[in-house]
């Protein structure tokens, strides 16, 4: 008897540490185009020096755990809306083969917000489910080319290539804030730097990750609360969700911005352009 308790007390505590185990996830940020220009100060945030530049990069996020690959964002392909932007670039699935991640490797991809640098890359990816919160869903298709929609940032290739996931059952749609996508994984509106853009909150074994996306473009914005000046719907829900992504991870390093080259100086190299958020 005493035999077969002690038996149950050990599956027991194995069920449980491979459930909090799994509910961790492995963060990496892989940055696939760098501005060759700077761009002002004064551009990516408000009220900063015309003579004070940046430089500007873009990136995606992959979460590995709980038996998935997950992207957060999916990059872009070159095509007529960003052939000319003057960058060093890898193709994001290109890039993901450095670590040997293979496009039918990705499980899901979600997606912070539809501009053409974040969502360009969903095709790519050929296995993922498609993650979206359903507002901005609504207006990337409907109301944004309407008379008075804002649409700038917007492609309309993407536009088609988001409904056709759709009309292919691989599009799920989330709506409102803190909302758990998977164990471990959690989204938070609030920003409007689309209509209803998206940032995630992540646990890995160490501490907890926040993938700001571009809701900070730059941990510039994180560190003196200022919001970017354009893209943005109401740059006072910015400001308050920059305060607010601060209060959930009081280490601003582990808040990773959008665009900024500095994510891959900050933590671990694990191949060209991509680094260990840890
Ligand atoms: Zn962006």
């Given at each position: 008897m005493k035999y077969i308790q002690i038996l149950f007390i050990l599956l027991f505590i194995q069920i449980n540490s491979y459930a909090q185990n799994s509910n961790k996830y492995e963060v990496f940020a892989i940055r696939f185009a760098t501005e060759k220009g700077r761009i002002s100060?004064?551009?990516?945030?408000?009220?900063?020096?015309?003579?004070?530049?940046?430089?500007?990069?873009?990136?995606?996020?992959?979460?590995?755990?709980?038996?998935?690959?997950?992207?957060?964002?999916?990059?872009?392909?070159?095509?007529?809306?960003?052939?000319?932007?003057?960058?060093?670039?890898?193709?994001p699935d290109s890039a993901l083969l450095r670590i040997n991640i293979k496009p039918e490797d990705i499980t899901d991809i979600i997606i912070t917000h539809p501009h053409e640098d974040h969502v360009g890359g969903v095709n790519l990816f050929p296995s993922a489910q498609i993650w979206m919160q359903k507002d901005d869903?609504?207006?990337?298709?409907?109301?944004?080319?309407?008379?008075?929609?804002?649409?700038?940032?917007?492609?309309?290739?993407?536009?088609?290539?988001?409904?056709?996931?759709n009309l292919e059952g691989k599009l799920t749609l989330i709506k409102g804030d803190s909302i758990e996508i998977y164990p471990g994984i959690r989204a938070f509106i609030g920003s409007r730097h689309t209509w209803e853009s998206q940032y995630l909150l992540v646990n890995t074994k160490t501490d907890n990750v926040i993938i700001a996306s571009d809701n900070s473009w730059f941990y510039y914005n994180l560190e003196n609360l200022i919001p970017i000046t354009h893209y943005l719907f109401d740059p006072i829900a910015y400001l308050n969700q920059l305060k607010r992504m601060r209060v959930l991870q009081p280490n601003v390093s582990l808040i990773i911005p959008g665009h900024d080259p500095l994510v891959f100086t900050k933590f671990p190299r694990v191949a060209e352009g991509i680094v260990k958020i840890r």
């Open positions: 100060l004064s551009f990516a945030a408000a009220g900063a020096s015309e003579k004070d530049s940046i430089q500007l990069c873009d990136m995606f996020w992959l979460l590995v755990g709980n038996g998935k690959h997950i992207l957060v964002d999916a990059g872009y392909p070159l095509n007529d809306y960003n052939k000319d932007w003057d960058s060093i670039y890898i193709r869903y609504d207006y990337f298709v409907g109301a944004a080319w309407q008379k008075n929609g804002f649409n700038e940032g917007f492609y309309k290739e993407d536009v088609k290539n988001i409904v056709n996931k």
